[in-house]
Each structure stands twice: as structure tokens, then as C-alpha cells.
């Protein structure tokens, strides 16, 4: 069994290695995710401080809902969650690790320069003004996997075309910092998650750290037939795939199981010393 592949990030003059793969701890500062949310101050801070507790290595913090359905956002009301969220964390916990889940790139910007932002995640698929942004302030930059469905090319195909096409557009633009994300559960039926999960390591010919982000999704809880809140054991199995196929960070609501996969799997990976 291969190790992780390593890669080393540059968050803000912090290098971060992902030999041993990392956790990206979830922090929802919205009123309507589909899981759990932090939506005021004193839920924001415990929230973070069990991530923290447990070992998350990266907060990523966003201040709109993606799930399916969720009310569209200002982009004003999304700066008031995400400034609100960023100063108490910032404060608490300067030297952690920071990701902003926006796609709005005047968002990002402000994230980046007025709270250190060192990380954005951009579900959105990228657009050249994000793509200018990231590379502008020198921010890692989490590209995702997320445009319309394409009926006549397999979902593999469409992927790994998407990837080269947007990675090749930021290089030219001097981005060092990439993270690519398959997108689960954007514009992706059950199966095509399924497809992309069990062929995730075609995207080691790119080089670049891979992000999973799965926890509690719908390819889980509806495919066990469950709700988001029993789909802990699921996210767990999935999780162990998603190692083994070469994932270096994982984006979750529960970093203490995640750490324990990483643990065990790291362990499995250990030379005998027999």
C-alpha cells in the first residue's frame, strides 16, 4: 500500500506537509446547512475549539450554504457572517490555519487582506476574477470539480479535463498553491460520486494534493437510506477509500473520527518491522 503522496502547502509563509494526510475541520456560520451550523457567536467558538480539540489541522469557515435548495445569499450578508466568524477565530487562535469556503472573489479578496485568510475554497468551479485573486495574493486555492453534467462523456473524462484546462489557466497566472477537489455532490448524480470515488487516484498524474469532501453528504445518507445525522459510519467507510486512493486532505464535521482513519490507515501503511 503507497503512502500519501507529499506535497507541501504554503499557507501565508506557514508550510504545511501533507505526507500524513490532513483534516479540514467544517465551520458553518449560516442559520441553514444541512448538517450542523454555527450561526452565532458563542456556537462559532465551540465549535472551533472541539475542532481544535480533536486535532483539526486546517478551520475552513463559510458563511452561505451549498446544499441543495439553500437560499441564495447577499453578498453582503455573507461578508457580515464570514468577518463576524474570522475575528473571533483570528482572535482566539491566531496561528490556525484559516480556509474561507466563498466563491464570490471580492469576498476572498477581503478575507485574504483584512483577516489572513490562508486558504480559499471555492465550490463554484473558478472564474477568471477568483483565479486572478489567488494568484494576485499568493492564497492556496481549493478548485473544484463543478460544472453542468456533460450526458455523452463519462464522468471520469469530464473531470480530468475540467482539471487540466483550469489548472493550466491559473499556472499562467503564476498560482504555486493548488488543491484540487472532485466536488462531490455537485451537479453529480449517486452514481457519478460513486464512479469518481472509486477512480479518485487517476488524478495522482496531476501532482497536486487531492481534498475530499464527503462528509454526511446525500451519496451517504441516501444511499443507506439514513438521515444526515446517522451518516457518521458511512463518512468513516468512505473516508478509508478515500486514503487509500491517494486523498491528502479530508474536509469534515467530525475531526475525531477522521484522524482516527487517518491513524489507522497510517499505521497499515507502516514497514513491518518484522
Same mark, same amino acid.
Do not use: W
Given at each position: 500500500?503507497?503512502?500519501?503522496?507529499?506535497?507541501?502547502?504554503?499557507?501565508?509563509?506557514?508550510?504545511?506537509?501533507? &505526507?500524513?494526510?490532513?483534516?479540514?475541520?467544517?465551520?458553518?456560520?449560516?442559520?441553514?446547512?444541512?448538517?450542523?451550523? %454555527?450561526?452565532? %457567536?458563542?456556537?462559532?467558538?465551540?465549535?472551533?475549539?472541539?475542532?481544535?480539540?480533536?486535532? $483539526?489541522?486546517?478551520?475552513?469557515?463559510?458563511?452561505?450554504?451549498?446544499?441543495?435548495?439553500? &437560499?441564495?445569499?447577499?453578498?453582503?450578508?455573507e461578508w457580515r457572517r464570514l468577518a463576524e466568524a474570522l475575528e473571533l477565530v483570528k482572535s482566539k487562535w491566531?496561528?490556525?490555519?484559516? &480556509?474561507?469556503? =466563498?466563491?464570490?472573489? =471580492?469576498? %476572498?479578496?477581503?478575507?485574504?487582506?483584512?483577516?489572513?485568510?490562508?486558504?480559499?475554497?471555492?465550490?463554484?468551479?473558478?472564474?477568471?476574477?477568483?483565479?486572478?485573486?489567488?494568484?494576485?495574493?499568493?492564497?492556496?486555492?481549493?478548485?473544484?470539480?463543478?460544472?453542468?453534467?456533460?450526458?455523452?462523456?463519462?464522468?471520469?473524462?469530464?473531470?480530468?479535463?475540467?482539471? $487540466?484546462?483550469?489548472?493550466?489557466?491559473?499556472?499562467?497566472?503564476?498560482?504555486a498553491d493548488l488543491i484540487l477537489d472532485p466536488g462531490f455532490g455537485f451537479n453529480k448524480s449517486v452514481e457519478d460520486n460513486f464512479r469518481l470515488m472509486s477512480h479518485l487516484d487517476c488524478l495522482k498524474v496531476l501532482n497536486l494534493p487531492v481534498l475530499v469532501g464527503i462528509s454526511r453528504k446525500s451519496m451517504i445518507y441516501k444511499t443507506l437510506e439514513c438521515t444526515p445525522n446517522e451518516a457518521l459510519n458511512g463518512t468513516t467507510a468512505l473516508h478509508m477509500t478515500a486514503l487509500e486512493k491517494g486523498a491528502s486532505i479530508l474536509r469534515v464535521h467530525d475531526v475525531a473520527e477522521a484522524k482516527q482513519c487517518i491513524k489507522l490507515k497510517t499505521l497499515l501503511n507502516s514497514p513491518s518491522k518484522e
Open positions: 500500500m503507497e503512502r500519501c503522496n507529499s506535497y507541501t502547502l504554503n499557507l501565508g509563509g506557514t508550510l504545511m506537509e501533507t &505526507s500524513i494526510p490532513l483534516v479540514m475541520g467544517i465551520v458553518n456560520a449560516t442559520p441553514d446547512s444541512f448538517h450542523e451550523h %454555527a450561526s452565532d %457567536a458563542e456556537s462559532i467558538v465551540a465549535t472551533v475549539e472541539r475542532m481544535i480539540r480533536e486535532g $483539526a489541522d486546517i478551520i475552513d469557515i463559510g458563511g452561505m450554504s451549498t446544499r441543495p435548495g439553500a &437560499s441564495d445569499v447577499s453578498e453582503e450578508e491566531p496561528q490556525m490555519p484559516i &480556509s474561507v469556503d =466563498t466563491f464570490r472573489p =471580492t469576498i %476572498a479578496e477581503r478575507c485574504i487582506c483584512e483577516y489572513g485568510a490562508q486558504i480559499i475554497n471555492d465550490i463554484s468551479g473558478g472564474c477568471k476574477e477568483m483565479f486572478e485573486v489567488v494568484a494576485r495574493t499568493k492564497t492556496p486555492y481549493i478548485l473544484t470539480f463543478n460544472e453542468e453534467r456533460k450526458p455523452e462523456m463519462d464522468i471520469i473524462k469530464q473531470m480530468m479535463l475540467f482539471f $487540466a484546462e483550469r489548472v493550466q489557466m491559473l499556472r499562467n497566472r503564476g498560482q
